[in-house]
């Protein structure tokens, strides 16, 4: 299984970026994609995440509004559109996946099974 993240980068406070996760090795439509993110010094956040088979998606807090989760069935992608950049977003992004059923009832709580390597965002301000 391979999770590839793709779309960081540096770019100032009220900007847009979009992340891309392209995925192999796995039922892409059996499964849940989304994203984590770790700033220095802090602990790991999940931020959103889609459930492919039915396009439920799941957003924390601090990102709703903001950013929006969407697929490409066609491509085994998933897109994180991120708009109204604020410094406190950067961090390392990665891409998870875990089975759609565990995330659907566990949500992030269970831990996911398939991490990518990751994607620098940087905010300034």
């Known amino acids: 299984v391979q999770l590839v993240e793709s779309g960081g980068g540096l770019v100032q406070a009220g900007g847009s970026l979009r992340l891309s996760c392209t995925v192999s090795?796995?039922?892409?439509?059996?499964?849940?994609i989304g994203w984590f993110r770790q700033a220095p010094g802090k602990e790991r956040e999940g931020v959103s995440y889609?459930?492919?088979?039915?396009?439920?998606?799941y957003y924390a807090d601090s990102v709703k509004g903001r950013f929006t989760i969407s697929s490409d069935n066609a491509k085994n992608t998933v897109y994180l559109q991120m708009n109204s950049l604020k410094p406190e977003d950067t961090a390392v992004y990665y891409c998870?996946?875990?089975?759609?059923?565990?995330?659907?009832?566990?949500?992030?709580?269970?831990?996911?099974?398939?991490w990518g390597k990751g994607t620098l965002v940087t905010v300034s301000s």
């Open positions: 998870v996946a875990d089975r759609a059923a565990l995330v659907a009832a566990y949500g992030f709580s269970y831990g996911m099974d398939y």
């Open positions: 090795g796995l039922s892409f439509d059996y499964y849940a």
């Open positions: 889609i459930i492919i088979g039915d396009g439920r998606t």
